[in-house]
RNA sequence: GCCGCCUUGGUGGAAUUGGCAGACACAAGGGACUUAAAAUCCCUCGGUGUAACAACCGUACCGGUUCAAGUCCGGUAGGCGGCACCA
C-alpha cells in the first residue's frame, strides 16, 4: 500500500466541504442533551484582517469545543462580528464610503480567514452588532434601562478625545490618553448619556463569588470597583475668621477611611471645584488667589494633574476656617487639587500624622501634624499602619486598636447626628455617548413638553438614516444633527413637534449581550427566547483577553445583572468561567503592530505549513496564559511533527486493538492529553503526543488501535489532517468528530518495571528498576535486596529510610 | 506609591504541586543518504572536569525550614501587567 504525500491545502477544503455539507458543527434543538456552550469574543473586523493572536483564543476554545462534543453534549460554539465602531468610521470618511459597505467587506474577508483555519463554529447562528435585526434588541436594553431609571443624561466634566472629538468612559482613559487613538484626553464638560453602573457595583463585586473566573480577573474587577469603608463627617465652616460670633456658619460632609484619627485633623481639603468656595467667596480675603488657582487646577488635563500628583500644590481660603467637629478645634481650609471633586463629597479632613498625602502636603506649607496613633515616627513620615498601634492624643479613644477606635467613633458621631458609616466605591458612571454615526442611534426624543420620550417599542429598531457626510459638525455633535429630515420628528407622547437624540452608543453596547443572542439569534419578538435562554445560558466557557476585564467583561455583567432583576434573562451572571490568553509577540519579543513591522499573517503561515500545523504551533508555542513571541522556525516544527503523524500510517500494523508494546503509553496518553486540555495546557498535551510519536518510531511500528487513539486525541488540534488519516484507512464507520472521545484504563498505565532513584543522604548515586505497585516497606525491602544499593550502603549503618513509591528512595546513614 | 504576576540551557518552554531539573521543540554542531543542495534519518547539545567514566557546581541573589526545595517561608535585585493624589 502506497500513500499521498501530506498536502494539507487540498485536504483542509475537502474536510471544511464536508463539515459544511453535514451541518457538522451547529448546536441541536435537543434540550435534553447536557449542553456546553463555548465562547471566545467576537472579533471587531478591522480592516487589517485576521493577525495570529485571533486563533490563539480561537483554536483553544475549539479544542475544548471538538472534545465535549465527542463527549457527548451539545455545544454551542458561535461566532459573530462587533463591528460598530471609530476606525471603520474613519475609515470610511478617508475614502468616501458608508461604513456598512466596509463593515460588509471586513466581515466577508474576516469570515474567510476564520474558515480557512477550521474552527467548528456554528455559522447558522452568526450575529452581527450592526444589523438592525441585531440592534434593535440592543436599543431595546437601552429603552429598559431608561425606564428603569438607570440612564440619564447629565452635563458633569467627561474625559474628552480631543483627536476622535468624543467622549470616553473612565475604562477607556490610558495614561491620559485616548484608548483608541492615542489622543490627548481633557476634560470638558457635555452632555452625555450616562449608564448607572454603580448602581450595582455592590452586586457586581459580590457576583464574583458565585463564578470560575481566573483569580487575576476578579482581582482587577474588584480593584476597579474600589469599594472602600469609611464614615461621612459635618464639619462646621465658619466666616469671617475674626470676630467671636461668625457671621455665616455652613456644614460641609467630608468622606474619610480613617474615622479613628479624627483627632488628628489639622486642616481640611476642599476640591478646587467644591461649590462651598463659590458660596464663601465673599469672606474669603484671598478670592483673587483662589480664582487662580481654580482657573489652573480647571487647565490642566486629567493626565498633568497625576504627572504632577508628587508636588503638592494648594491655596488656603484665608477669612474662613473649620471646626474639628470631635473638640471645636478651629482649623484652616485649604483648596487642593489632590482633593478630587468625583469622589467621596469632594472634601477630606486632612490628617498629616496617618496619610502620606496629607503628610506631604503639610509638610510642604507648614501646617501642624498631630499624632494620634502611636507607634511609628511621624518626625520622618506618616504611620499609616492599621493592624499595628494604639490611640493617643485622642480624648475618649485613647488606648484603643485602630479598629476599636473606628467603631466608637462611628457610634459617637451617629450619636451626635453629625456622622455615618459609609461606602464608597472608585467605579464611576459608564459615559455612554459618542458624538458619532456608526454606532446604534440611542432612540429617545425630546419634547419641549415631555423631556425624553423613549421610543415605542413596536417602532424598533430605529435604524441609522442614510447619510453621506460622517464627519462630526464643527462643535463637536453627531453627524446625524445634519440629517434633519431623522432627527425633526413627533413626540411618541404628545404628538407635538420633537427632536430625536443625535448621540449614538459606545461600542461596548452591541457586545454587552451578545452571548445572550446566540441562544436564539433569528428571534424576531424578543432578544432571545426563554426556554432557549434558560437551557443555553450562562456560558459555560468564556476565554479572552485581559483587556478586556474592566471594560467589556464588567459592562456585560452589568447588563446580564440588570437584565436578571428585570425577568428577562434566567442566570444571575453571565459567565460561569472565564480564562484569559497570553498576547502573542512578534518574533523579535515586541508587540506586534504595524509601525514596529513585525506583524506575522495568518495567511503566509498557512499557505507555507497548513492550518493544522499552524492551529497545532498557536497551541504548542508556550504556556496559554502567558505572553509569548512568535517563531516561524518554531511553525515548522509543528509541521514535521505532522508529517511525522501522516508517515507512521506507513508503519501501521493489521492489529485492531492497541498493541501489547504501547498500551500502557497509549492508555498514559489519553489520560495526558485529556486532562491537558482541560487545563488548557495545551503546549503539555502537544509534547505528549510527539513523545508518543516518537516513541512509536523507535518501536518501528502501531497497531490501529493505536492510531485511533491518537488520532482521536490529535483530532480537537489538527482536525483536518486526523480525519484524512483516518478515513484513508478505514480506521471508524464514523468521521472522528462523530467519534467518542477515548476513556483510559488506569490500571493498564502502569508498566511492569519502573525506575526510581536511589539517594544516600539525599544525593542521587543510582538508579535501579523496581517492580511497579509497590508500597514504601515493599521499595525499601527491593532496595535493600538490590546488589546496586548493597554494595553503595556497603559498610554504612543506616539510621532511616525515606521511600516515595515509583520515585525514589532515601537512605540516611552514618 | 499600591495590587497582582513573573525570573529555569543559546531560544520557547517542561517538571504529576515538596520527590530523578532541563520533558517536548527551535537553533547550533557532527554524521548518513545525495554528483550537489533541499528534504529525511542518526548522534551531540547547562557548566567545570575527564581519553571516557567519576566527581563537583547549577533553576535571578542572600538566608531559613526539610531526609529532600525550581516548588514552602523571610529578605534583596530585575522584569511584566493593572491601578494611580480614590482620602
Not at 1 to 30: C, H, L, R, T, V
Not at 470 to 477: A, C, I, L, M
Request: charged fraction near 25%; aromatic fraction near 10%; proline fraction near 5%.
Amino acid at each position: 500500500m502506497s500513500f499521498n504525500e501530506y498536502n494539507p491545502s487540498s485536504i483542509e477544503k475537502k474536510w471544511q466541504g464536508i463539515w459544511e455539507a453535514d451541518k457538522a458543527f451547529e448546536a441541536s434543538a435537543d434540550h435534553s442533551k447536557l449542553k456546553f456552550f463555548g465562547l471566545i469574543e467576537f472579533p471587531y473586523p478591522s480592516g487589517n484582517g485576521l493577525h495570529v493572536g485571533h486563533p490563539r483564543s480561537n483554536t483553544a476554545l475549539d479544542i475544548i469545543c471538538r472534545k465535549r462534543r465527542m463527549e457527548g453534549y451539545n455545544v454551542l460554539f458561535p461566532m459573530g462580528w462587533d463591528a460598530f465602531g471609530l476606525p471603520t468610521e474613519n475609515f470610511a470618511i478617508k475614502n468616501q464610503i458608508h461604513p456598512a459597505i466596509v463593515t460588509k467587506q471586513n466581515v466577508d474577508h474576516f469570515r474567510d480567514q476564520l474558515k480557512m483555519l477550521g474552527f467548528s463554529f456554528d455559522w447558522s447562528r452568526e450575529v452581527n452588532t450592526t444589523d438592525p435585526n441585531y440592534y434593535r434588541w440592543t436599543q431595546w436594553i437601552f429603552l429598559q434601562l431608561f425606564k428603569a431609571g438607570l440612564a440619564y443624561k447629565s452635563s458633569m466634566p467627561i474625559n474628552w478625545c480631543t483627536s476622535c472629538k468624543v467622549g470616553l468612559a473612565n475604562e477607556e482613559v490610558v495614561n491620559g490618553k485616548c484608548e483608541r487613538c492615542g489622543g490627548e484626553v481633557v476634560r470638558q464638560v457635555k452632555s452625555q448619556w450616562m449608564l448607572k453602573i454603580t448602581d450595582y457595583a455592590d452586586k457586581l463585586i459580590e457576583g464574583l463569588d458565585s463564578v470560575n473566573f481566573i483569580e487575576k480577573v476578579k482581582i482587577q474587577q474588584r480593584n476597579w470597583i474600589g469599594k472602600s469603608t469609611g464614615a461621612e463627617v459635618d464639619f462646621t465652616i465658619c466666616a469671617p475668621a475674626n470676630g467671636e460670633n461668625p457671621a455665616v456658619e455652613s456644614k460641609v460632609t467630608i468622606y474619610t477611611t480613617r474615622p479613628d484619627t479624627l483627632f488628628g485633623a489639622t486642616y481640611m481639603v476642599l476640591s478646587p471645584e467644591h461649590k462651598l468656595v463659590e458660596q464663601l467667596a465673599l469672606y474669603i480675603t484671598n478670592n483673587d488667589q483662589v480664582l487662580a488657582y481654580k482657573a489652573e487646577a480647571a487647565r490642566k488635563s486629567d493626565f498633568e494633574r497625576t504627572e504632577m500628583a508628587k508636588d503638592k500644590t494648594g491655596v488656603e481660603l484665608k477669612g474662613i476656617y473649620a471646626v474639628n467637629p470631635v473638640d471645636g478645634r478651629q482649623i484652616p481650609v485649604w483648596i487642593s487639587d489632590y482633593v478630587l471633586a468625583s469622589y467621596g463629597t469632594g472634601a477630606i479632613m486632612a490628617v498629616p500624622a496617618h496619610d502620606t498625602r496629607d503628610y506631604e502636603f503639610a509638610k510642604t506649607f507648614g501646617i501642624d501634624i498631630i499624632e494620634v496613633v502611636a507607634g511609628g515616627d511621624i518626625s520622618k513620615e506618616a504611620f499609616t499602619d492599621i493592624q499595628e498601634g494604639t490611640m493617643i492624643n485622642s480624648g475618649f479613644l485613647n488606648g484603643k486598636t485602630v479598629a476599636e477606635a473606628k467603631e466608637s467613633i462611628i457610634a459617637w458621631l451617629e450619636e451626635k447626628g453629625i456622622g455615618h458609616a459609609k461606602v464608597n466605591f472608585k467605579l464611576r458612571d459608564w459615559v455612554f455617548s459618542r458624538q458619532r454615526y456608526w454606532g446604534e442611534p440611542i432612540p429617545l426624543v425630546y419634547c419641549e413638553h415631555c423631556g425624553w420620550v423613549p421610543v415605542p417599542e413596536d417602532q424598533l429598531p430605529l435604524e441609522l438614516p442614510a447619510i453621506e457626510q460622517f464627519v462630526q459638525t464643527d462643535d463637536g455633535e453627531s453627524p446625524l444633527t445634519r440629517c434633519t429630515d431623522w432627527v425633526n420628528t413627533t413626540c411618541p407622547h404628545c404628538g407635538q413637534p420633537a427632536k430625536r437624540e443625535t448621540d449614538t452608543m459606545p461600542q461596548w453596547a452591541g457586545s454587552s449581550w451578545y452571548y445572550i443572542r446566540y441562544a436564539d439569534p433569528h428571534n424576531n419578538t424578543a432578544l432571545a427566547d426563554w426556554d432557549e435562554m434558560n437551557y443555553w445560558l450562562p456560558v459555560d466557557w468564556y476565554n479572552g483577553g485581559m483587556e478586556h476585564t474592566t471594560l467589556h467583561l464588567l459592562y456585560s455583567r452589568f447588563w446580564h445583572k440588570f437584565l436578571y432583576d428585570q425577568g428577562v434573562v434566567p442566570t444571575a451572571e453571565p459567565y460561569a468561567k472565564r480564562t484569559a490568553h497570553g498576547m502573542i509577540l512578534g518574533e523579535n519579543g515586541e508587540k506586534m503592530s504595524k509601525s514596529r513591522g513585525n506583524v506575522v499573517n495568518p495567511d503566509d503561515t498557512v499557505a507555507e505549513i497548513g492550518a493544522d500545523a499552524f492551529r497545532t504551533y498557536e497551541m504548542f508555542m508556550g504556556a496559554f496564559d502567558q505572553p509569548i513571541p512568535w517563531s516561524t522556525q518554531g511553525a515548522r516544527g509543528c509541521r514535521k511533527f505532522l508529517d511525522r503523524v501522516w508517515k507512521l500510517q506507513e508503519k501501521m500494523t493489521a492489529e485492531e486493538e492497541v498493541s501489547a508494546a504501547l498500551k500502557s503509553k497509549v492508555h498514559g496518553l489519553i489520560k495526558k492529553v485529556s486532562d491537558d486540555y482541560e487545563k488548557m495546557k495545551f503546549n503539555t498535551a502537544i509534547a505528549a503526543m510527539m513523545a508518543f510519536i516518537n516513541e512509536a518510531y523507535t518501536l518501528g511500528s502501531v497497531s490501529r488501535g493505536d492510531m485511533r487513539a491518537l488520532l482521536q486525541l490529535l483530532n480537537p488540534v489538527a482536525p483536518h489532517m486526523t480525519e484524512e488519516i483516518w478515513e484513508a484507512n478505514n480506521l471508524g464507520a464514523q468521521p472522528i468528530y462523530k467519534t467518542a472521545w477515548p476513556t483510559y484504563d488506569e490500571a493498564a498505565i502502569a508498566e511492569a518495571e519502573v525506575e526510581i532513584a536511589v539517594q544516600i543522604l539525599g544525593k542521587i548515586k543510582a538508579r535501579i528498576m523496581v517492580p511497579s505497585g509497590l508500597d514504601a516497606a515493599g521499595t525499601e525491602e527491593f532496595a535493600k535486596n538490590h546488589d546496586a544499593v548493597k554494595e553503595l550502603l556497603d559498610g554504612k549503618t543506616i539510621v532511616k529510610v525515606i521511600a516515595v513509591p515509583g520515585r525514589l528512595i532515601n537512605f540516611i546513614v552514618r
